[in-house]
Every structure is written in C-alpha cells, then in structure tokens.
C-alpha cells in the first residue's frame, strides 16, 4: 500500500502535481507513491481505488494553487462546496482518520483562508505547509522529499537518493585513503634513497640519525674520549668530536724520541 498520497484538483496546478508525484516516485519507489492518474490500472473502479489509497497512506499531500477554492463544477458551484467533490472526500478522509496532511502551497498560492472552508475541512489551515516554485523546483522537491523521508521512517528506509549519498561517501574514502598510502610509501621509499651511511631508526617517528660522521660520535649517556691525531713535532693537535650527553676527555701523551745510542 503506497505511504503517500497526492492529492490535487482538476483546473488548479495538476502539472505541479505531476511533477511532485513523479520526484517522490524516483526517489522512493513508485508503489509508495499514490497518483490516481497514474496509479489506478485501466478497469479498476475509480472510487474504491481512491478511498482505499486515502485510508491506507500514511500522508496526504494537498497540492494548492492559486485557482484550488475557485475551480467550478458542471453545475457552476465552486467544486469545494460539493459534498461529493473527490478532492474534498481525500482530504476530509485523511483528516478524520488522523492521518498527516500537508498543504503543499504552489507558486503565489497563500496560506489556506478557513472562512472560504467547509466546516469539515477547516482543519486543514491549521496544517504546517510547504510550498513549491517552478523556479525553484528542484530545491522544493528536494525539501519536500527530506521532509517525508524524516517523518515517515518506512519512507526513509526506501530512499534512493540517501542510499546514493551514502555510497559515494564511502567511495570517496576509499580513495582517499588509498591515495593516503601511496603518499605514505612515497614518502618513506624517498628518505631510503636519500640518506646514505649513519645509524638511527627510520621505521616510524625518526630518531637520532647521523650522515657521514666526520669524528667520534656519542648518541647515548656517559662520557667520550676521543684520541687526538698529532701531526708534526706536537705542537699542533687536531680532533673532532660529536654531540655528547656527558663530558668529553683528551689524553696528550708525547712521542718517547728514539734512542741516539747509534749514532
């Protein structure tokens, strides 16, 4: 049984009509959207389809525009006087079941006048509303459809277009997270060909890394002692040494001359 009905008049906004049906149908199904011209299969009988549609959807949309309370029947009375005017007979359904009725207000259509009502509709303008624009169509139907979607959860599990976002979402973060790692190996695969020679950890946050060491070199704790390179008679002393976290000795000895005893 369709969730939701759409109810309009004959004379007043049926394109809009059409194109609301239509909008909800592609986005949760056309079984869950009743439109009597479209809905009704060819030989079923007309007022049993429609009474038990009202009854059994769980929303009616009332389509309005600006011609809904003029539009005359054969007899030339407004057909909103007529007890048997099928637009009145939905909505009055719907609003004695106590089923949601939302007045769906097209172009400069304005809030329903509850004087201009029969007293078995007044009702009605007591219904929250939205409206839909020609101009702004794809915007209030959009509107529209979240707002059934939220109020009718059975409705809301049908619908296509949160499947589709839902899907491109995870889409979108498969590839960005493929294209994270491709960067992560790019970035590592880098500092592998790029640093030669030294210690240090590269597997994870980089620690103490040292690149072609010139000296002696300390990266941990406790003292370093480094061996001095003498050149010449002594006079000169050259060494290098690295950071340390202690302190740093030299030991000086001088070179013992050899024995004269031969010459």
């Known amino acids: ?16 009509a059409t194109m ?12 869950r959207i009743f439109f009597a011209s479209d809905s009704i299969e060819a030989g079923r009988r007309f007022p049993v389809e429609l009474v038990r549609a009202v009854e059994g959807c769980e929303a009616l949309l009332a389509v309005i525009g600006p011609r809904w309370a ?22 009055q359904t719907a609003l004695d079941r106590g089923i949601l009725v939302i007045p769906v207000l097209v172009g400069k259509a304005t809030r329903i006048d509850r004087a201009v009502l029969p007293d078995d509709l007044r009702e009605l303008a007591d219904c929250q509303y939205r409206r839909f624009d020609h101009r702004n169509a794809e915007s209030d139907l959009t509107a529209l459809g979240d707002t059934l979607a ?14 589709a976002a839902r899907e491109r ?14 960067h992560t190996r790019m970035r590592t695969r880098d500092v592998k060909q790029r640093v030669r020679g030294g210690i240090g950890n590269l597997n ?60």
């Open 1 to 16: 049984m369709p969730e939701v009905f759409v109810n309009y008049r004959t004379g007043d906004e049926e394109s809009a």
């Open 20 to 31: 609301i049906a239509r909008e909800l149908s592609r986005r949760f199904g056309s079984e």
């Open 70 to 91: 003029e539009v005359r029947g054969a007899d030339g009375r407004p057909a909103l006087e007529t007890e048997q005017d099928w637009t009145r007979r939905e909505i």
């Open 150 to 163: 939220r109020l009718l959860p059975g409705l809301g599990d049908k619908d296509h277009d949160a499947r």
């Open 169 to 182: 979402t995870k889409a979108d973060y498969r590839k960005k997270s493929t294209r994270d790692a491709g």
């Open 204 to 263: 994870g946050d980089l620690g103490t890394f040292v690149n072609e060491p010139q000296g002696p070199v300390n990266t941990g704790r406790g003292h370093q002692y480094n061996a001095p390179h003498f050149e010449g008679d002594n006079t000169g002393v050259q060494f290098t040494a690295g950071d340390n976290s202690g302190t740093v000795h030299q030991r000086f000895e001088r070179e013992r001359r050899h024995s004269d005893d031969g010459r």
